[in-house]
Structure formats: C-alpha cells, structure tokens
Nanobody, 124 residues
C-alpha cells in the first residue's frame, strides 16, 4: 500500500503563488507516474499535471499550462506542484495520485493511490 501525503495548500489572493508537495511512502517503479488532480465544488475531478518519474517528463492540462509546474525530488520521494498566477477558478481540493495511467497521464484510470487532498482557495 502506497501512502501519499499532500501539503502546502492555503488561501491566497489572485495572482499569488503556492507550492504543493506530495510525499510518497513508495516511489517509482511500480508506480511510474505521479499526478495532481483537483476537484472544485460541484464539479468533476480533473487531472491538471502529471510526471513520468524516470524521465521527469511532464504533461499539463491546458487550463494550467504555462502557470503550473510539476517537478520531483527523488531523494525526498516527493512531487511538487508550483502554482503561479493563481486565479479564483483554481479554487479546489488538490489531490496527488500515483500509478500507471491507462490512457493519458492526466486521466484518472490507472492511478491506484491517492492522497487525502489539500484545499487551495484563491480570492479575487
């Protein structure tokens, strides 16, 4: 069983930045991808960023591309999501996931392990 622990959420003003962290109890190999998803109130969960750990290859949803950056620190078994130029529509609970996605890296099927989520609130 892989445990994922997110941290770094909070409340900010539009235009500000936040960095989320996700530390995994088990890292890579059997779960070569890690990703960030988010779910806003009344909306479905959406994948926003993913990273193929071995090559550090990243994929992004169009809604965050150019503003968010996913990265990893192998020594700390941690994946980060640096969020810049935050907007009110980025308000959501952000979840970290690990696994082997069946489809694209930012689609949920295949991610077997999930964190508990961290709240990000952006006010205008």
């Amino acid at each position: 069983q892989v445990r994922l622990v997110e941290s770094g959420g909070g409340s900010v003003q539009a235009g500000e930045s936040l960095r989320l962290s996700c530390t995994a109890s088990e890292y890579g190999f059997r779960n070569p991808f890690m990703a960030w998803f988010r779910q806003a109130p009344g909306k479905e969960r959406e994948g926003i960023a993913a990273i193929y750990l071995e090559l550090a290859r990243a994929d992004y949803d169009a809604s965050v591309k150019g503003r968010f950056t996913i990265s990893r620190d192998d020594a700390k078994t941690t994946v980060y999501l640096q969020m810049e130029s935050l907007r009110p529509e980025d308000t959501a609970i952000y979840y970290c996931a690990a696994g082997r996605p069946y489809r694209t890296p930012i689609e949920a099927p295949g991610y077997d392990y999930w964190g508990q989520g961290t709240q990000v609130t952006v006010s205008s």
